[in-house]
């Protein structure tokens, strides 16, 4: 199983920015497709940004401009970086790392945008 932990969240107000990190354990990370999902109370949760092991990335639509993924394979690491911030991007941010048909998820990390 591999081990998926979040880092990074916390308050912020509109406008500002703050960086993700999720560091994954496996020799196989490079080779991880790597997506950031999040969950708002009473929503579900969705796709915010994906990159694969080819460094191809993909983004919702509410986040593209203002978000960007990114990873480094010799730290076993992906970041989102997340800027522009408004109050919709409240919510619990999860990543998830995949090979194959077998994903692993994080515990989650709160990000919430206040002023």
């Known amino acids: 199983q591999v081990q998926v932990v979040e880092s990074g969240g916390g308050l912020v107000q509109p406008g500002g920015s703050l960086r993700l990190n999720c560091a994954a354990s496996?020799?196989?990370?490079?080779?991880?497709?790597l997506g950031w999902y999040r969950q708002a109370p009473g929503k579900q949760r969705e796709l915010v940004a994906a990159?694969?092991?080819?460094?191809?990335?993909m983004y919702a639509d509410s986040v593209k401009g203002r978000f960007t993924i990114s990873r480094d394979n010799a730290k076993n690491t992906v970041y989102l970086q997340m800027n522009s911030l408004k109050p919709d991007d409240t919510a619990v941010y999860y990543c998830?790392?995949?090979?194959?048909?077998?994903?692993?998820w994080g515990q989650g990390t709160q990000v919430t945008v206040s002023s």
């Open positions: 998830r790392a995949a090979l194959g048909a077998r994903g692993d």
């Open positions: 496996g020799s196989m990370f490079s080779a991880y497709r």
């Open positions: 990159i694969t092991s080819f460094g191809s990335t």
